[in-house]
């Protein structure tokens, strides 16, 4: 919809709902589709554009969460030597 169409929208609507411009909205047009009236404008273009972020949750050798049963260990790592050695 055009601001006219959506103004003419919102004016029929007359406050029984709440109204939403979605689709094809850009930061350019947000303050021309404001002015309309519409309660909610989505622009997809805030997350379509947003950049990624690397991020980690890394824990250190020390960290040991308390555990109501003891955890299966399939590879002993403080024994890979000798693991190793029975292997051959």
């Not at 709440?18 to 047009?29: C, I, Q, R």
């Not at 990624?52 to 960290?63: I, K, P, T």
């Amino acid at each position: 919809m055009n601001p006219v169409q959506l103004r003419l929208a919102v004016q029929k609507v007359k406050g029984r709902a709440k109204t939403e411009a979605s689709g094809g909205v850009n930061l350019a047009g947000v303050q021309t589709i404001a002015k309309t009236g519409v309660d909610f404008i989505s622009i997809g273009a805030l997350t379509h554009s947003a950049h990624a972020v690397d991020m980690g949750l890394d824990f250190g050798n020390d960290f040991n969460p308390p555990r109501s049963r003891p955890r299966p260990r399939l590879f002993d790592y403080e024994n890979e030597e000798e693991d190793e050695d029975e292997m051959t």
